[in-house]
């Protein structure tokens, strides 16, 4: 593992202890990626998406994620904040491949429980609309 991917996940498990750390990774992280929107192509979506879940999840909207998947998701989001990582951010056109190659990795992992917030989402959207 490497040491940025290790100093992430030790990051995610101090920053899941709080509720408000956690809400504050999670906004942060998704303006983060409207910001490098262009830059990040379908990423963005993909990150704010993980943003989002998180947010759910500490506000108490969403309490069925499984530890294993709030640890990778938290985890992909510090690493994705920290500028400074295996490839640093500010060189252009490759700083951000890394990123992208955990948030790809991450995805595919959590795919499962993605797919339940996104249908949960969803449902929470139509129960609205219907009010």
Known sequence: ???????????AGRILQ????????????GQRSE??????????GQLKLLA???????????????RTTLLSITGALVYFMMPLD????PILALGLLD????LAKVWQQC?????????W???KEGETSEQ
């Open 1 to 11: 593992m490497n040491p940025f991917r290790r100093q992430s996940l030790a990051r």
């Open 18 to 29: 709080s509720v408000s750390a956690s809400r504050w990774l999670a906004t942060l992280a």
């Open 35 to 44: 910001k490098l929107a262009n830059r990040l192509g379908e990423g963005a």
């Open 52 to 66: 989002l879940m998180l947010y759910d999840w500490a506000a108490g909207r969403y309490p069925n994620l499984p």
């Open 86 to 89: 295996a490839i640093p951010d």
């Open 99 to 102: 990123d992208l190659g955990v």
């Open 111 to 119: 795919q499962a429980d993605i797919v339940k917030y996104q249908d």
């Open 121 to 123: 989402k969803q449902d």
